[in-house]
């Protein structure tokens, strides 16, 4: 599941506030949470493996490869 789907799936309409609580939990900027979830940039490995914990693994290093 790619970023995008999760938070569509999770919060519905994915507004600016939803990618602010969402890079919050990560611990990362809301410009990198914006640019992952457009594609525009792949996180790092320690981000893969933050995002993959805070989604229960429904975002994983799997989901990234080719992005």
Known sequence: MTLQEYLE??????TG???ER???K?????????KW???ER???PRAIVKIAKV???????NDWIGA
């Open 9 to 14: 799936k999770e919060y519905g309409d994915v």
């Open 17 to 19: 506030k939803v990618i």
């Open 22 to 24: 969402f890079a919050k």
């Open 26 to 34: 990560v611990g990362y900027s809301i410009f990198a949470v914006r």
């Open 37 to 39: 979830r457009a594609g």
């Open 42 to 44: 792949c996180p790092r």
């Open 55 to 61: 989604t229960n693994g429904q975002v994983s290093s």
